[in-house]
């Protein structure tokens, strides 16, 4: 399974690395990362059907998550990757308009890596 993880906090490249090495070491999980909305879209313009899963923060200058969101549902629609938002602000209004525009799932930070390997049914 490929991942997109999308954030504007460079930290979490190694937290991802970190968390996911016994799925990365298996060449279960391959992780991908980009550190801006407009970065995630250049990626996926070069890599496009790579990434099936995107986890994207929402709160980020420039284009925002959900931003990247509205341009990912739009754009990739065969097959279109699986998008998680992920937030500090797990507020309803957020919340709404993921979903609003289309997100498949949405995570508080900080990230639970039990609950979100659970809901990729990767198992460890």
């Given at each position: 399974?490929?991942?997109?993880?999308?954030d504007?906090?460079?930290?979490?490249?190694?937290l991802?690395?970190?968390?996911?090495?016994?799925?990365?070491?298996?060449?279960r999980?391959?992780?991908?990362f980009?550190?801006?909305?407009?970065?995630?879209?250049?990626?996926?313009?070069?890599?496009?059907?790579e990434?099936v899963?995107i986890?994207?923060?929402?709160?980020?200058?420039g284009?925002?998550?959900?931003?990247?969101?509205?341009?990912?549902?739009?754009?990739?629609?065969?097959?279109?990757?699986?998008?998680?938002?992920?937030?500090?602000?797990?507020?309803?209004?957020?919340y709404?308009?993921?979903?609003?525009?289309?997100?498949?799932?949405?995570?508080?930070?900080?990230?639970?890596?039990?609950?979100?390997?659970?809901?990729?049914?990767?198992?460890?």
């Amino acid at each position: 399974m490929k991942i997109l993880v999308v954030d504007d906090e460079t930290d979490v490249q190694a937290l991802f690395e970190q968390r996911f090495r016994k799925e990365i070491k298996d060449k279960r999980v391959e992780c991908a990362f980009a550190f801006s909305g407009e970065d995630a879209l250049s990626y996926l313009n070069r890599h496009e059907h790579e990434a099936v899963l995107i986890l994207s923060d929402i709160n980020m200058p420039g284009m925002s998550g959900l931003d990247l969101l509205q341009h990912i549902k739009q754009k990739y629609v065969q097959p279109a990757p699986v998008v998680m938002m992920i937030t500090a602000y797990g507020d309803a209004e957020n919340y709404n308009k993921a979903k609003q525009l289309g997100a498949d799932d949405f995570l508080t930070k900080p990230v639970d890596f039990t609950l979100l390997k659970e809901k990729l049914k990767i198992n460890s």
